[in-house]
């Protein structure tokens, strides 16, 4: 039977960890109580390392395993972020009431918005429709137009989030 690389990977971890446990605790011992203690210690120090190395390979294989879905999981933020930036400014540059929101705030939130859509784990179709809607919004001329291009970006968004 092959085992997986997560596996190896587990056990080899198991490994150096159980010897540098043996080897500290034989260190301790000599100190402590000489070679009698220091093959007592050793043995606890080891025995202990790998029952508590046995007892995570659970947790330790499937962290390995869901490495994608943890890389998938940061992109679908990214992508979140980028969508709450991008309405923010939206809403800063076509305010329901008139003079809401002042030059600096709107400068800031477009700042935010760029910055958040410059991140290189944004996916590609969400950085594609993110620059359309910052163009639509930045032009600042036709609402409907800029309101068409969030709403693009929000089912990006939202494709992306069910592709998985």
Known sequence: MESSLATRIHLLVTFVLVTGAVVG?????????????AVVAAGAAGLGAGIGSFLARRQVVSFFRAE????DGYAEGIADAALMSIATYH?????????GVSEEERDA???????????????LRVRVAAAGALEAIDHGLDAEQAQAAVKDLTLAVYEHRTVR
């Open 25 to 37: 605790g034989a260190c301790f011992g000599l100190l402590a109580g000489g070679r009698l203690g």
């Open 68 to 71: 994608a879905v943890l890389a």
């Open 91 to 99: 809403a800063a540059v076509f305010p329901l009431v008139p003079d």
């Open 109 to 123: 939130r477009r700042t935010l918005a760029y910055r958040v859509c410059a991140y290189d784990g944004l996916p």
